[in-house]
């Protein structure tokens, strides 16, 4: 399947995990990419990894919590290769400090919607798939169970994960909405629990690694791999008709 031939990608958080799955998976089927993150080094070795099956790749160092470097990705990647077809704004963190997780997944998604869906409503066009999360969907699990009460200290990774995800939910619907007459198209997807660096901890630990596979009804953790097929299937043509929708990748675990 070459679903990308001739179509520009702009992948955020390409270093790793799912991001680098995506990179991969959209050069695959004949993207030229951008491959930008927080960690160069590791956007270079994306990008080489592309660049020597002889397709097309560029690394760039990015933050999304910087707006203007946001805005100033979309026309590197116009500069290197004619335009941005489809944008997918995937870089997170797992739930720390409530100020630094909301800054990088909520506006750093934010960020890339707005310049993003601009930039392609006045270039003809473009697709943009966001990484939302279950736990944009649902609350989650905590691990824990307390026979004291619960510290404030305690909830803020949590909380701030799950409302900046919520809020990329709805910030995929609004935008889809927003843009829906001028030829872009806004869709998420919502992984489960995934294997990659994020989940390092969980999947190292035997006990935390069983909580967390129960959760899925499949009875196991996802790959990269399976979320980066969802996220290149709602950019390709092939998903023409969904709008606004944030598709759960997570083994039934919201079915429950
Ligand atoms: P990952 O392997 O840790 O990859 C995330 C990448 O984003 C890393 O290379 C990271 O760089 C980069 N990054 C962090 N902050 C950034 C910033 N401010 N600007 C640009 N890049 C930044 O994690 P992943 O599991 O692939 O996660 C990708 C997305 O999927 C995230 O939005 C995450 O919330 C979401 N997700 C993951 C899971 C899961 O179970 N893994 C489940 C649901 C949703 P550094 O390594 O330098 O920090």
């Known amino acids: 399947m070459r679903r990308f031939t001739d179509r ?31 960690d160069e080094d590791g ?53 720390r400090s409530w100020d ?9 998604v934010f960020y890339g919607l707005t310049h993003g869906a601009y930039y392609m409503a006045k270039n003809g066009g473009g697709v943009i798939v966001n990484t939302a999360s279950i736990a944009g969907l649902l609350a989650l699990l905590p691990v824990e169970t307390h026979t004291s009460p619960r510290t404030p200290e305690a909830n803020e990774g949590i909380s701030s ?16 909405v927003m843009y ?3 030829g872009v198209r806004v869709n998420a997807v919502a992984p489960g629990y995934i294997e990659t660096p994020m989940t390092q901890m969980i999947q190292d630990n035997q006990e935390l690694r069983e909580f967390h596979e129960k959760l899925h009804p499949m009875g196991r953790l996802g790959t990269a ?32």
């Open 8 to 38: 520009v990608a702009l992948v955020t958080g390409a270093a790793s995990g799912i991001g680098r799955a995506l990179a991969i998976r959209l050069a695959h089927e004949g993207a030229a990419v951008v491959c930008a993150d927080l």
């Open 43 to 95: 956007a270079k070795n994306v990008a080489e990894e592309i660049s020597g099956r002889e397709r097309k790749a560029y690394p760039l160092r990015l933050d999304v919590t910087d707006e203007q470097a946001v805005k100033n990705s979309l026309l590197i990647t116009e500069r290197e290769f004619g335009t941005v077809d489809a944008l997918f704004n995937n870089a997170g963190i797992g739930g």
């Open 100 to 108: 630094l997780t909301i800054s990088v997944n909520l506006s750093g």
């Open 161 to 176: 994960y799950v409302a900046a995800k919520h809020g990329v939910a709805g910030l995929t619907r609004q935008f889809a």
């Open 180 to 182: 829906a007459h001028q």
């Open 225 to 256: 791999e399976e979320i980066a097929g969802v996220a290149a299937f709602l950019a390709s043509a092939d998903a023409s008709f969904i709008n606004g929708a944030v598709i759960p990748v997570d083994g039934g675990y919201s079915a429950r």
